[in-house]
């Protein structure tokens, strides 16, 4: 049986770079960092392609997303995360990967979304992974029932536009096949 499941916990990397951005909390609901809290950057991420200054393009700090609650199942088939953010035409994808006990897991899925001819379409709703997917890695029922088991979120800079745009986070959600 398809369930989806919410983090109980999302909390951002304590320290970056000068050009990487944090987040706020601005929730939409009484459960403040819980389910479907909104996020958003505490700045705009800019892309300043600039021969005097260099190619500079910002990032967020990372976000990780925890404690999914998710019961002890019988088997694991594929993993789907769906992001759900106002994007503002401007920030891609970075790093979209799984983490257990405080580690990175398996593969990256960020992606660039083209089309045919060549421009990359940043949709607010985005899906990674799918019903046979285990983002590259070896996952054990107990291991998602740990609340540590998560995903960790970065975004960056269009790569191509310069643009000054922050981004929204509206919701997170993992569907365990």
Not at 96 to 119: M, R, V
Request: proline share 5%; with cysteine; net charge negative.
């Amino acid at each position: 049986m398809t369930q989806i499941f919410y983090p109980s916990l999302i909390a951002q990397s304590s320290s970056a770079p000068e050009q990487e951005i944090g987040w706020t909390s601005t929730p939409t609901s009484s459960l403040n960092y819980l389910l479907n809290s909104r996020w958003k950057t505490v700045d705009v991420l800019s892309h300043l392609s600039n021969p005097a200054t260099g190619d500079i393009r910002n990032k967020t700090w990372a976000l990780t997303c925890t404690g999914f609650n998710i019961p002890l199942l019988n088997e694991i088939n594929g993993i789907q995360l769906t992001v759900v953010g106002q994007r503002n035409g401007r920030i891609v994808d970075e790093i979209i990967q799984l983490t257990y006990q405080g580690q990175a897991i398996g593969n990256n899925n960020f992606y660039y979304i083209t089309d045919s001819e060549g421009h990359l379409l940043l949709t607010n709703e985005t899906t990674y992974g799918g019903t046979t997917d285990m983002w590259g890695t070896t996952l054990t029922p107990e291991q998602l029932t740990d609340p540590t088991f998560g995903v960790i979120l970065k975004f960056q800079s269009h790569p191509y536009y310069p643009h000054r745009c922050g981004m929204f986070l509206d919701s997170v959600s993992l569907t365990v096949y």
